[in-house]
Structures are given as C-alpha cells and as structure tokens.
C-alpha cells in the first residue's frame, strides 16, 4: 500500500476504535437497562454490530502490521503503484484502470490493487505490451495503449 492508503488505515482504525466502539457499548448498556435480553432485538443488534465492527478492526489491525509501504512514482514510462493504464482486451473492450494498494482499491469504479489479477498482470509493463491476465476462472489478454502518472490534486481541490 502507498503511505497514503496506510494513513488513512490508521485513521480508520482510529476511529473505529474511539469513537464507533464507545457508541455500540453505549448501546448494548442501553438495551441491557431494558430487561429481559431473552426477546430484545435492540440489543441481539447491537451485538451482531459489535461482531462486526471487532471483525473490521482485526482485519485493519492486520493490514495495516503487515503493509509494505510502496512509494507511488510519477514515472509513466511503466505500470506501478498509482498509474493510470488504459487497456484493451476481448473482455473488457477499452477500459482504463486506476492501479493502488489493497485497501485504496474501488472495483466499481475501475481502481483496482497492485496485487489483483489485472494489477499483477500489468504491474511492470510498458505501453504496448500484451499481458496475460490469470483470473480465477479463465485467463484472458489485455493490451496497454496508455500509462499516465496520478493526477495530483489541484491546490484548489485541497482547499474544499
């Protein structure tokens, strides 16, 4: 993960931990204070959310021990960490993918990590290259026609 992505993993963490932990205590104490927990879906909630909530913290708690930090490089020369690829391929047509670490990837919206099917495939490659991508149920090849640095963000967008 880029050192971007392992602050604001810590910062997640962070709040999980201050303040969403504090507000499901809070409101397992209130449902308790009701009675009979027997029949008492306010509070047999609360601790499905606690469960959940612990499950999130342990996998940040996790990923965030085991990061390798990967400087993000403004060189568009080949694929890494914080490039923007644009690929075409049988499959996916013209597509350009946004290349991050783990926890910064968005699928959905074509942000994809490093150590992905796509972004292993790609990772390392120039403009050009015809690279094989090995996903779980097939394989298929992908064409790079376009690598660009990440857009920085304008002293104005920093601003709002």
Not at 2 to 30: C, N, S
Not at 32 to 55: C, I, M, P, W
């Given at each position: 993960?880029?050192?971007?992505?392992?602050?604001?993993?810590?910062?997640?963490?962070?709040?999980?931990?201050t303040v969403k932990r504090p507000?499901?205590?809070?409101?397992?104490?209130?449902?308790?204070?009701?009675?009979?927990?027997?029949?008492?879906?306010?509070?047999?909630?609360a601790l499905n959310e606690q469960a959940l909530l612990e499950g999130?913290?342990?996998?940040l708690e996790e990923q965030i021990k085991n990061a390798r930090v990967i400087e993000e490089s403004k060189?568009?020369?080949?694929?890494?960490?914080g490039s923007k690829v644009t690929v075409k391929g049988d499959m996916v047509g013209e597509v350009t993918y946004t290349i991050k670490g783990t926890i910064g990837a968005d699928p959905k919206n074509n942000i994809i990590?490093?150590?992905?099917?796509?972004?292993?495939?790609?990772?390392?490659?120039?403009?050009?290259?015809?690279?094989?991508v090995?996903?779980?149920?097939?394989?298929f090849k992908l064409s790079i026609l376009r690598i660009?640095?990440?857009?920085?963000?304008?002293?104005?967008?920093?601003?709002n």
């Amino acid at each position: 993960m880029t050192a971007e992505e392992k602050r604001q993993a810590e910062e997640r963490l962070q709040y999980l931990i201050t303040v969403k932990r504090p507000e499901i205590v809070g409101r397992i104490q209130e449902a308790r204070s009701h009675g009979d927990l027997s029949e008492n879906a306010e509070y047999d909630a609360a601790l499905n959310e606690q469960a959940l909530l612990e499950g999130d913290i342990g996998k940040l708690e996790e990923q965030i021990k085991n990061a390798r930090v990967i400087e993000e490089s403004k060189d568009n020369s080949i694929v890494h960490i914080g490039s923007k690829v644009t690929v075409k391929g049988d499959m996916v047509g013209e597509v350009t993918y946004t290349i991050k670490g783990t926890i910064g990837a968005d699928p959905k919206n074509n942000i994809i990590a490093n150590d992905s099917p796509v972004g292993k495939a790609l990772s390392g490659h120039k403009v050009g290259d015809v690279v094989t991508v090995e996903a779980p149920m097939m394989s298929f090849k992908l064409s790079i026609l376009r690598i660009e640095a990440p857009e920085e963000e304008s002293a104005d967008k920093k601003k709002n």
